[in-house]
């Protein structure tokens, strides 16, 4: 059997799946691991799904963007990732947009979405984890001080993936000190600020971090780092909300994104324990090889009928936080059940660089972590789900 015998069940947006589909056949596992090699950016892989429209999916149409659902930029990142690439590296241009989407003026949305449904500006940089704050970001420490017609901003961020490689940041500050304001979320703001005259001398500076996968990380200074004040999206102080409502399209993306790589996983795991023949047998004929590639595929399926239910809440407009909150849980876990398992059954051969599973094993580990990590997801669930005290 072949790795086709794999197959999902009731797949959506047939036309748009095999439309990804031709477009990452062109970018096979050697272009991934010649990029870990110089620790360089996809660029041209980018530039293809961002001409195609893929990354700007999500842009209404009156701003030069597809105007999809949430559902179907999912698909996109599943298709990327179920493809062997990484949906990771240009993600954050479909939903980073999503804050000036709904909070911008309409000044603002008129000047940049058409740019950036164009490729001509990458918005793919979010400026909110700091070194000293982590996942509490209501304490984070970078201000924005009004003066004049501009803001002055100090401070650092750090993982902020692709800041070398986007010509905006959606940044979020704090604008009103922590001790004077009635609720700690109150007195933070959003900005979106022009990247392009980075590491400059300007007072703004990108410096990459070495990970162990090769997502383009950075850390980011500011020093007196001037911008317009015009840069501020919606109301000062108001920022902490504006991202929140943008947090759970991501996390029903990057949880379908995990699916992609898990079904990677899935159909590798297969086609090897079919080929793969020791003691006169095929391997999968072992139920220790076998019923672990079961189970893995039956959590995968689960996880992902929880991604589309979140999509369908998202796009219907109705509460979605708990069902994006879980389905980022159950994806991130299922998938990395999919990579151990997958690379259980390769054994010594999975370590090899040229099957590009230790490339992707390493890559699917992170979403436990980020963009929220698992015990923040059952804090939520927990205290607003379930009812409990507050456990952090």
């Known amino acids: 059997m072949s790795e086709e015998t794999v197959v999902a069940l009731g797949e959506d947006y047939p036309e748009l799946r095999e439309s990804v589909r031709r477009i990452c056949a062109q970018y096979p596992g050697s272009y991934w691991s010649d990029l870990e090699d110089k620790e360089a950016y996809p660029t041209a892989f980018v530039e293809e799904l961002t001409q195609a429209g893929f990354l700007g999916a999500l842009i209404p149409e009156e701003y030069g963007g597809s105007g999809l659902p949430l559902r179907a930029a999912a698909v996109i990142l599943e298709e990327i990732n179920a493809s062997g690439c990484v949906a990771s590296q240009g993600h954050a241009q479909m939903y980073i947009m999503g804050t000036l989407l709904r909070h911008g003026s309409e000044a603002q949305k008129r000047k940049y979405l058409p740019e950036i449904a164009a490729g001509r500006i990458r918005l793919q940089a979010f400026g909110v984890t700091e070194p000293t704050t982590g996942s509490d970001t209501t304490q984070l420490k970078t201000r924005a001080v009004r003066d004049g017609d501009s803001y002055v901003i100090n401070g650092q961020k750090v993982w902020t993936s692709r800041a070398l490689h986007s010509d905006m940041m959606l940044l979020l500050a ?195 972590i980020a963009p929220i990590s698992t015990n923040l997801i059952l804090g939520y669930v927990g205290q607003h789900v379930l009812g409990m005290p507050r456990s952090y």
Not at 216 to 225: K, L
């Open 174 to 368: 704090r604008t009103t000190s922590a001790d004077q304001v009635k609720k700690r979320s109150d007195g933070l703001s959003v900005f979106l600020l022009d990247m392009r005259e980075k590491n400059t001398g300007t007072g703004l500076t990108v410096r990459p971090i070495k990970a162990m996968i090769n997502h383009n990380t950075t850390e980011v200074f500011f020093d007196n780092f001037r911008i317009p004040a015009d840069s501020l999206i919606g109301e000062e102080g108001k920022g902490f909300r504006y991202i929140l409502d943008g947090m759970n399209a991501e996390r029903i993306l990057v949880a379908t994104e995990a699916v992609g790589d898990g079904k990677w996983f899935i159909k590798k795991a297969v086609a090897y324990a079919n080929d793969r023949t020791v003691f006169g047998a095929p391997i999968g004929k072992n139920q220790a090889v076998q019923f672990p590639i079961a189970r893995a595929w039956a959590e995968l399926e689960a996880a992902e009928m929880v991604c589309r239910r979140a999509a369908a809440l998202f796009d219907a407009g109705q509460e979605c936080g708990a069902d994006a909150n879980i389905a980022k849980l159950l994806a991130s876990e299922a998938a990395w059940k999919a990579a151990d398992t997958c690379m259980q059954t390769f054994g010594g051969f999975a370590y090899a660089r040229e099957y590009e599973i230790e490339r992707k094993w390493r890559e699917t580990r992170l979403y436990q």
